[in-house]
């Protein structure tokens, strides 16, 4: 029953998106869709909204860093439940570092903004028609986006220490 | 590339509406962020019209640590006491939360026994979870005793914790694939007087707060909010139970063998103060039918997987054979090869829906760590759901939904 809700999912999602759907796969426990950046909204939008699928609950929202990868340096990944099916699923999209926006989904869910808040304020990205994109966790006077790989964890300031003791 | 400090995007939107307030009258208070009747470091930038608040702005981070940075510097074993210090009220169900995220992503399956000891300090940390919450609003309301006898229990369970790994509050128990040891006599003993009198204690302070006058004309209405905002809103937990959704993690996505078990959701049906605390002290009673069932049903067998790669050996063999060595030393340096790959897995913490977001690129520690906090996602509810009630509501509100400031700014 799990596999058909998501073969429909995914033949909704490329019905609406066409070649911005960049297909699915199965991660763990997880089926995790690629969506193209600029039609994010429209797909957050008809998972919530269509009727079949029915995916009422955002259940987290983050983004990561992957410097290495060229053209595609952050992945912002939205998960979503369907409560009444206790399905959940994980959407993706990656963004280049010179174009660091999104349409903010705070319409959607409300809960999504101190989600995104909180990831522009650890990496900078900008959600756009977000009511108040401020910092949230770090002061505001902050002047760089500690989540990012670029960032040491310990202060840039001390030469005395050095991450290489820290693990990574 | 540091970005250049600019102060004109920094107004808040309580600064922006500032003279319009001043023009209407409203006195600004500051709520917290130390005040003692918020337990916790919350601040609220509060416009008061008489004692009325019309405009609630909260400001949290006062105790941010950077957790999911830290994350990323450490190896997987060492990233479990930063969990204990998420929502350090129930630290447990975090330890084990942390672990079985890496179970998942190494593949790792844990054997029966060490899964019901699990869910037996699991449990118990529940408990004691929401013991703090429904005495808190007890003693927000006015009724000090509920909190002085009934917290004795809480001592009880905390004395349970210390004889299983020596800690109290932050007690990093368990190990990646299993438990550190096995429950010890004196384990059992005390574990064998709590459940003789917690529920003597509990009928005590039911009998107390429950069904009294003045504690239901001032929880009874306080603080509601409708299903559809506290799903809206990423409620999850009693919180949203309160409001009427019967989700709980530990029945949609069982983990744990908490499918062995046999035990009810409780739900609300206001979501206001009254059936917050109502929820939680009917999920007391289920969390200790679910301990005794544990308890009855006790499997034989190994307290661990056979997971020599992640789990640190006996002492004893450390010394004495070449391997355990070998392994023993891997671990305590971090040098352990856990799989390409990224996983989520939740528990049903004592707020709500506790996930690890987890993507390893294969190297000694994650390659990023997201923690989904409950408190962080709903406490954004928390100005909608004070605005046009009393001062004194909005205290009792606070403590109902049970906001830990630890796991709010992580």
């Known amino acids: 029953m799990e596999l058909a809700i998501h073969n429909i999912i995914g033949e909704k999602l490329q019905t609406l998106l066409g070649d911005q759907y960049e297909g699915k796969h199965l991660e763990y426990d997880f089926m995790v869709y690629h969506i193209h950046k600029s039609k994010i909204a429209e797909a957050l939008e008809l998972l919530k909204t269509d009727a079949d699928l029915n995916f009422h609950f955002l259940t987290t929202l983050c983004a990561s860093h992957f410097p290495e990868n060229k053209g595609a340096e952050f992945v912002m990944m939205y998960q979503l439940h369907n409560m009444y099916q206790n399905v959940r699923i994980r959407i993706k999209t990656q963004l280049p570092e010179n174009e660091l926006s999104l349409p903010s989904i705070t319409q959607l869910w409300p809960s999504a903004n101190w989600m995104e808040r909180q990831e522009y304020d650890f990496f900078g990205i900008n959600f756009e028609g977000h009511p108040d994109l401020r910092r949230i966790l770090n002061m505001d006077e902050m002047n760089y986006f500690p989540l990012r790989k670029e960032y040491r964890m310990e202060d840039a300031g001390r030469d005395d220490k050095d991450d290489k003791f820290f693990g990574r | 590339m540091p970005i250049p400090f600019d102060a004109s995007n920094l107004l808040s939107p309580a600064q922006i509406r500032q003279a319009e307030w001043d023009a209407l009258g409203y006195n600004t208070i500051n709520l917290g962020p130390t005040h003692p009747a918020t337990h916790g470091i919350f601040q609220n930038i509060l416009q008061m019209d008489g004692e009325i608040i019309r405009h609630a702005e909260p400001t949290i981070g006062y105790i941010h640590r950077a957790f999911e940075k830290l994350a990323e510097h450490r190896p997987y074993n060492q990233i479990a006491p930063i969990t204990d210090r998420l929502n350090y009220c129930s630290s447990p169900i975090n330890n084990m939360g942390w672990h079985m995220t890496v179970e998942k992503l190494i593949g790792c399956q844990v054997p029966k026994r060490a899964d019901y000891m699990r869910v037996i ?238 993507i390893s690129d294969g190297g000694r520690t994650p390659y990023r760590l997201h923690f989904r906090r409950p408190c962080f996602i709903f406490y954004q509810a928390y100005p909608e759901m004070i605005t046009g009630t009393m001062l004194s509501d909005a205290i009792l509100t606070l403590s109902s939904l049970n906001v830990i400031a630890g796991e709010l700014d992580a």
Request: aromatic fraction near 12%; glycine fraction near 8%; hydrophobic fraction near 40%.
């Open chain 2, 121 to 358: 300090i699991m449990e118990l940390s529940r408990i004691a979870d929401h013991i703090i919450c429904t005495t808190i609003i007890g003693q927000d309301t006015g009724a000090t005793t509920g909190f002085l006898y009934f917290f004795q229990m809480r001592e009880k369970i905390y004395e349970i914790f210390e004889g299983l790994c020596g800690a109290r509050l932050t007690t990093n128990i368990g190990r990646i694939g299993g438990m550190e040891r096995e429950f010890t006599q004196d384990v059992w003993k005390k574990l064998e007087t709590f459940m003789t009198e917690f529920p003597v204690a509990l009928a005590e302070f039911r009998d107390l707060v429950e069904r009294n006058r003045i504690f239901m004309d001032r929880t009874i209405n306080c603080g509601p909010i409708s299903a559809d905002r506290a799903l809206a809103y990423g409620f999850t937990g009693p919180n949203l139970r309160a409001a009427g959704i019967d989700y709980d993690v530990r029945v949609a996505q069982p983990y744990s063998s908490y499918e062995d078990f046999d035990f009810a959701i409780p739900v609300g049906a206001n979501g206001d103060t009254y059936d917050r605390f109502m929820v939680r002290i009917e999920e007391m009673v289920e969390s200790f039918s679910i301990i005794q069932q544990a308890m009855s049903k006790m499997p034989e067998g190994p307290i661990h997987a056979d997971v020599p790669a992640f789990y640190l050996p006996e002492k004893q063999e450390v010394y004495s054979k070449m391997e355990a060595l070998i392994y023993h030393f891997k671990i305590v340096m971090g040098e352990m090869d856990v799989p390409k790959g990224e996983v989520y897995h939740a528990v049903e913490g004592g707020n709500g829906e506790l996930g690890f977001y987890l």
